[in-house]
């Protein structure tokens, strides 16, 4: 069963839903039935990223919980709001989840007018609401070791597609947003735990849903002598793996396994669980444990980590055997990475890898 919340070009908001045996009125499921509300990024579903994660929790919430869902693909930013208020005054919905740190702010108004209705937000912070439970990943884990590999791989002479003159990488965002300042210094803090020499070259897309620029960027980063480039930008990240084929260079996959997209290009996704997160949400919901505050986790709580799964890429046996090391480091909460750009120097300062 899929649905979709449609906002149209008019003032009027319609909710639908679309099954595979024609159409039916929204609201029309079982009584009794736990029913979901979800409102995707600009992104949309396709993203082979975060959103078609979350849109998977839920259709694993549906197989194995018996729920129903509706969703919304917002096309702007301003749409959140809208689209927000539309799913809490339908008065259909025990949960909506919000997801995405730009779908904080509209969401805590929102929020604040409908005190009776539960929100989930994922990726952002709502502080004094009882209705909302805040879901903060944190990103820092999650592109450490990415970073770690970068930082081992960049100036190798004896690896494919590497510039051994300098030791550069990139990491490209769609958005300027706090979460993703998180991944950045998570990023260059792992590739400078293990040499403190890199460099890394930062930019912002602009828009989580914009391949072409993101490319642009990519083959400029590429063309300075990146080596690697991060994803961290939604849709816009399928132009970043395109400029990495066209380079002849490398791009980190990040959310879900990208890997296998360009196994001759990935060699490593950041991996983070949002199905996993999103499914357990729901079911802590229906289970009557689901609870409003703010919960942030990392590599200790396995929402984030790393892959080399369904990459062609191979590594050498030492960068394995030093990534490996680290990792176990991580999840023993030996190494702690710092959450902000500006914390990275004097992090290095006092952590080094060898």
Known sequence: MKRILAVFATASILIFSAFANGDAAIGTGDAGTLRIGIILTTSGLGDKNFNDMAYDGLVMAENELGITFDYGEPETVSDYETQQRSFASAGIYDLIIAIGADQTE???????????????????????????????????????????????????????????????????????????????????????????????????????????KAKEMALSMYDKGADFIQLMAGGSGLGIISAAVEANAYAFGVGDNQNGDQPDHIPATAIRYVNDIIFNDVKNYLNGAWSSGKDVWGFKEAVVGYTTENSMVSLPEDVVDIIEDIRMSLVAGEIVPPSEVDDVDAWIAENQYY
């Not at 597609?161 to 300098?166: Q, V």
Request: zero cysteines; aromatic letters at 8%; glycine letters at 10%.
């Open 106 to 212: 509209p969401l805590t108004s929102v929020a604040t007018d409908f005190p009776d209705q539960s929100f989930t937000l994922l990726d952002g912070s709502i502080d004094g609401l009882s209705n909302v439970h805040s879901i903060v990943t944190q990103f820092q884990d999650q592109t450490f070791l990415t970073g770690v590999l970068a930082g081992l791989m960049t100036n190798r002479s004896d690896f494919p597609m590497i510039n051994p003159k300098e030791k550069r990488i990139g990491i490209i965002r769609g958005l300027d947003l706090p979460v993703l300042r998180n991944a950045t210094a998570g990023y260059m803090a792992g590739a400078r735990y293990v040499d403190p020499d890199v460099e890394i070259l930062v930019g912002d897309v602009g828009s989580f849903n914009d391949p072409g």
